[in-house]
């Protein structure tokens, strides 16, 4: 009797073991949301998981890292344009579409560099590619004259991916988007700057090209115009002489019916009919 009962406490003392071990695994166990990475440092060492993972108390610290995809946006305008190579500034309207690179030595070292909280953050990521995007929108730029850059966005946006490249120390670079992309106004360059005075004056080049051009058009089309309607005016001419002619020709045929010892009633009547027609038509004509 005393044996049963001392294997039934045991067994509950096992239960009662395994209860307390499971509830505690469950209350350590962390789990990663999507588009994160959970990193655990301490005892074992920095390890990365993206699903969940044990995390003992005192043993272990658990963080959290943001892996979605996040946008820079970057502007080039006025004073600041982008430098073009025929010296002639671009305003240039930008995003950049950043995230952390999801392999585990990148989270890591994203994780050493900066920290997982802040690691996706705008601010963060501002201080970190702003100055170097920057820069590589102006190197890139310079590489066309501005008229050119405008018409070949395509080309420019690849030209600053290949700039730029994919890894960014930890960070992965996933798109680009030129949003805006336009010539500075011509006061918004500075003549004081000797780069900013020769695009200034090719600005003054190409407004008065692009003038020259606009007034030949209108010349051209004001010829035409007068051209047309002096054809016009001929063929109303035209018109109007073929009317004289074939009024003065009924009259004749009138008269000549009238003259007639037998006179054809119904002759005469359509030829005065026809007669009336053609005054009445140079009457509203006139």
Do not use: W
């Not at 610290?61 to 943001?66: A, G, P, S, T, Y």
């Amino acid at each position: 009797m005393f044996g049963i009962l001392e294997m039934i406490v045991m067994a509950g003392s096992v239960v009662c073991i395994g209860l307390v071990i499971g509830l505690f695994l469950i209350v350590c166990f962390k789990k990663v949301p999507s588009n994160m990475a959970g990193i655990r440092t301490g005892f074992g060492g920095i390890k990365v998981t993206k699903s969940g993972m044990i995390c003992l108390p005192i043993l272990h610290r658990f963080d959290l890292m943001d892996l979605s995809i996040q946008e820079i946006k970057i502007e080039l305008k006025g004073k600041n344009g982008a430098q073009c190579k025929d010296n002639i500034r671009a305003d240039i309207e930008a995003s950049f579409y950043v995230m952390v690179h999801p392999d585990e030595p990148s989270i890591i070292e994203v994780a050493a560099s900066v920290g997982c909280a802040c690691a996706s953050e705008a601010e963060t990521l501002k201080g970190l590619f702003e100055a170097k995007f920057s820069d590589v929108l102006q190197a890139v730029a310079s590489q066309y004259d501005n008229e050119e850059l405008r018409r070949i966005r395509t080309e420019f946006r690849n030209g600053i991916f290949e700039e730029i490249g994919h890894d960014l120390n930890g960070y992965r670079l996933e798109d680009v988007a030129i949003n805006y992309l336009e010539q500075t106004p011509r006061e918004n360059h500075d003549p004081n700057n000797t780069m900013d005075a020769k695009g200034i004056e090719k600005i003054a080049r190409l407004t008065a090209q692009s003038q020259k051009s606009t007034d030949e058009i209108i010349q051209k089309m004001e010829v035409e115009r007068r051209e047309q309607a002096v054809a016009t005016e001929m063929e109303k001419l035209e018109l109007a002489r073929q009317k004289e002619v074939a009024l003065a020709k009924m009259q004749r045929e009138l008269e000549g019916a009238l003259k007639e010892t037998f006179p054809d009633k119904n002759k005469i009547e359509e030829l005065r009919s026809q007669i009336t027609k053609l005054e009445e038509q140079d009457s509203s004509e006139s």
